[in-house]
């Protein structure tokens, strides 16, 4: 295979390697996007432009006391192989602390990992967030009852208690408990119903409420006298406090908070799958 063929293949390996980022999270789908504008920068794979690459000097050299390996120029894109130095190590960089390849490696993997830790170097603010130990918890309640606002106000007391365990104070959280008392009671409605709510409780820490809402209603008689609703509960709500504990973790919580006030439901689930509260 000659130098162009094996430029094109290791660029061709390092863009299916992006591929699967941009089929991943928001993050790193942003990442693949700056992954994409660094490579179309990018002139020769083959030395990611250090012009440079090592191999090993041979077993004549190997007691001499200059080390194993040696620094030559990049056969691909000066079309020379040229000696530049001996080396102890073959753990080399070149310009940008990019790593050396040995001049007979084509491995796009290890051009694309290497590409990658050079993105995140120069553009910090897509790194991965990174979140304190969080706590979820789940109330579910599959039931059949006569009386729904007596579940309902069974329900919020468990909430209620769960959110005292987080903040103390639960009045910052009363619109919460209203949108999932609300909530619950709509299942006279017959509607499956899921609603995500969030609210940030401190700088340092945001609670969400995922409530999955399947229940069902039937009105029934006694004789035709006396009307009654029977009720087949079957919610889930989940609870969940995360901490956040870089800038990057925060604005991901404070953009789900954004994206519920403008209803964009399927961009806020993206962003739950990011911080696995799914």
Known sequence: ???????????????????TYK???????????????????????????TKQSWYFRGEEYKHDGKGEYYVNTCCACTNKDEWIKDSLTNELHGIYGIKLFNKVNNSGAERFYE?????????????????NKSDKQIIEIKKKIYNLQIEVGNIISQCEKIFKSYCGDILSLSSILSSISLNISNCEN??????????????????YVKITNNSRSKKQSILGLYSYNKYNLDICIHISLLKPANEIAYREC????????????HEVKKLFSIIDLE
């Open 190 to 207: 017959d509607n499956k119903q899921e609603q995500i709510l969030c609210e940030e409780i401190e700088k340092t820490q945001f609670i």
């Open 23 to 49: 089929s991943g999270t928001i993050i790193d789908k942003r990442l693949a996007i700056k992954i994409d504008e660094y490579c179309n920068t990018i002139n020769c794979f083959q030395c990611l432009d």
């Open 1 to 19: 295979m000659n130098n162009i063929q094996e430029k094109t293949s290791i660029k061709q390996e390092v863009e299916e390697h992006n591929q």
């Open 254 to 265: 404070s953009n789900i908070i954004s994206k519920l006030g403008t209803n964009e439901i």
């Open 115 to 131: 590409i990658k830790k050079l993105v995140n170097i120069l553009y910090p603010e897509e790194e991965q967030p990174i979140y």
